[in-house]
Nanobody
Framework: QVELQESGGGLVQAGGSLRLSCAAS???????MGWFRQVPGKEREFVSG????????EYADSVKGRFKVSRDIARNAMDLQMNNLKPEDTGIYYC?????????????????WGQGTQVTVSS
């Protein structure tokens, strides 16, 4: 059984920072982990992903230069440092994982998901 658990969400003012973490249990993923976010009425969108074997990363254009994803092998975890947050970053942030070496941006390609953590950025 694979479980992903997010933590670190909260309320922050525009320009502030938050750090999200995703802890994986049940098996050690040697492939890809990703962050997605969703707001009511919109589709879940890709934020960032990281390939565990070599730490290759990808980012959505909207977060490049502000967000940084990293992995912690010892904790079997993935973190997302979010800086210079904007109100449009508000949403539920989900951790996801897939058994592949390719970082994909489609939520449908990730079979494992956490329950999400709320991030709210006030203007």
């Amino acid at each position: 059984q694979v479980e992903l658990q997010e933590s670190g969400g909260g309320l922050v003012q525009a320009g502030g920072s938050l750090r999200l973490s995703c802890a994986a249990s049940g098996r050690a993923f040697n492939d890809v982990m990703g962050w997605f976010r969703q707001v009511p009425g919109k589709e879940r969108e890709f934020v960032s992903g990281i390939r565990r074997r070599d730490s290759t990363t990808e980012y959505a254009d909207s977060v490049k230069g502000r967000f940084k994803v990293s992995r912690d092998i010892a904790r079997n975890a993935m973190d997302l440092q979010m800086n210079n947050l904007k109100p449009e970053d508000t949403g539920i942030y989900y951790c996801a994982a897939r058994q592949s070496v390719i970082i994909t941006t489609s939520p449908a390609t990730y079979p494992y998901w956490g329950q999400g953590t709320q991030v709210t950025v006030s203007s």
